[in-house]
């Protein structure tokens, strides 16, 4: 039987740290010699002992060496795993820059390789296909969203095939603009300005709706409330030790599948015309927040910490944001 071209198997990596700093100086003897200057600098700083240092500094190349080495080797070993000669499917490997533009088909299983940021940064492109993550180096990877090994991820991909996989189906925020753009998230949306400015707009909620002035709003799934959210939380809770209240060391914490998003305005500004009674709320399934632009410029919207795939949110611009219809399906050991 020859390979099925209706479904493939759809390799997601990132560059490693030397990969990047490689592009970026050109050769590999350029990256050394910067990551060996910068920690030299940062020890010189701390009073360490110039042989100490130079020792140090030599073994800051070294781990980073041996990181990429790890991760070449555990993609190079998935492919093979993998190889449509077991699967009697093609496997293709894409690079998770080209995330936004790449197609996948309704049936198509997708790996990631790397960090769980590279799972969020997918999974959003990937809406309702099988995810199986890998961690590629367990030893450095502590990995909240990869449950498997190089070596179980194609016992986990037969699961697939086979219609055995047992999956969690985790929900996605989005935000949609007027003019039909559509952001999804898998952790949480960020709007706001590019900038350190404040941010101005309309929050409308629930039936409420008022002027503000903050540096943005995150909006968050349960995927994301120990990540971003919860650092919000942590400011609450030294605030109200400042202030000689009790420092609970609360946060929101709902699980991965439920249907509710989370929002909360980041240091809201009260004055004649921005005010601070909407800065935080649930949004129960079937509910939306609509933010409307009164940025000039630098108006902005992202997802997941990844700023370069944005949506311009400049003045006029009317953002819905709620809960997607699509989930993420991140499989996991059965």
Do not use: C
């Not at 309702?128 to 990995?143: H, M, Y």
């Not at 996989?165 to 949609?176: D, G, K, M, P, S």
Request: glycine content about 8%; hydrophobic content about 45%.
């Amino acid at each position: 039987m020859g390979p099925r071209f209706d479904q493939k198997i759809v390799i997601v990596t990132r560059p490693t740290q030397l990969a990047s700093l490689r592009r970026k100086f050109n050769t590999r003897s350029q990256a050394k010699f910067y990551v060996k200057r910068a920690k030299l600098q940062e020890l010189a700083k701390a009073g360490t002992d110039s042989r100490v240092a130079e020792k140090l500094a030599e073994q800051a190349f070294v781990d980073l060496d041996e990181a990429a080495q790890v991760y070449d080797s555990s993609v190079q070993q998935l492919q093979q795993d993998l190889d449509f000669s077991d699967f009697d499917l093609p496997v293709q490997t894409i690079d998770r820059d080209f995330l936004p533009n790449f197609l996948f088909g309704p049936k198509d299983i997708v790996v990631t390789v790397g960090q769980d940021g590279l799972v969020a940064n997918t999974a959003k492109y990937a809406v309702g296909l099988s995810i199986v993550a890998v961690n590629p180096d367990p030893e450095r990877i502590d990995g909240v969203l990869l449950p498997f090994k190089t070596n179980t991820a194609r016992a986990a991909v037969r699961g697939v095939l086979q219609g055995k996989a047992r999956h969690r189906e985790v929900t996605l925020a989005e935000a949609v603009l007027a003019d039909g753009q559509k952001l999804l998230a898998f952790n949480e949306l960020f709007v706001g300005s590019q900038t350190h400015v404040s941010a101005r707009y309309r929050l409308t909620f629930a039936g409420r709706s008022e002027p503000q002035s903050s540096s943005g709003i995150l909006v968050s799934t349960g995927a994301g409330s120990t990540g971003w959210l919860s650092s919000v939380f942590n400011m609450a809770a030294g605030v109200a030790a400042l202030l000689g209240r009790p420092a609970k060391k609360e946060t929101l914490r709902f699980d991965w599948e439920d249907p509710r998003l989370a929002y909360v305005v980041r240091e809201p500004f009260v004055s004649k015309t921005s005010q601070a009674n909407l800065t935080a709320g649930l949004l129960e399934p079937g509910q939306e927040i609509a933010i409307e632009s009164d940025m000039a410029a630098h108006g902005v919207i992202f997802s997941d910490g990844i700023e370069a795939d944005a949506l311009e949110f400049n003045a006029g611009a009317i953002a819905r944001v709620r809960a997607a219809e699509g989930k993420a399906r991140l499989v996991v050991p059965g």
